[in-house]
């Protein structure tokens, strides 16, 4: 059975930077698009990055544009989550996820969309 189990998480001041990583069991991962989500207390689950099982498109939303950066590396069966000049609105938990029949070639946007699921790890952003 296929999992995912993000890490890196933690606590952090405004203005610093975190590393979250997630890391795919099995041998498929390369055929997978992946998404990085977040939930705010009190708030629903929102996209917040994706990119395309080659990583030659990504998607980020327009409140983390210039701040955050995914990555992937298929022969480590990961994707990562550069957060740098974090800030206090960033604070949530943050989820990775797997889209099995997702375009080559863009990624969705839809939570829907999303198959596969990680544990969540916390990010706290103090000011």
């Known amino acids: 059975q296929v999992q995912l189990v993000e890490s890196g998480g933690g606590l952090v001041q405004a203005g610093g930077s975190l590393r979250l990583s997630c890391a795919c069991s099995g041998s498929t991962f390369s055929s997978y698009n992946m998404g990085w989500f977040r939930q705010a207390p009190g708030k629903e689950r929102e996209i917040v990055v994706a990119?395309?099982?080659?990583?030659?498109?990504?998607y980020y939303v327009d409140s983390v544009k210039g701040r955050f950066t995914i990555s992937r590396d298929n022969a480590k069966n990961t994707v990562y989550l550069q957060m740098n000049s974090l800030k206090p609105e960033d604070t949530a938990v943050y989820y990775c996820?797997?889209?099995?029949?997702?375009?080559?070639?863009?990624?969705?946007?839809?939570?829907?969309?999303?198959?596969?699921w990680g544990q969540g790890t916390q990010v706290t952003v103090s000011s």
């Open positions: 990119i395309t099982r080659s990583g030659d498109s990504t």
């Open positions: 996820a797997a889209d099995i029949h997702g375009s080559a070639w863009f990624v969705s946007r839809q939570i829907g969309m999303y198959d596969l």
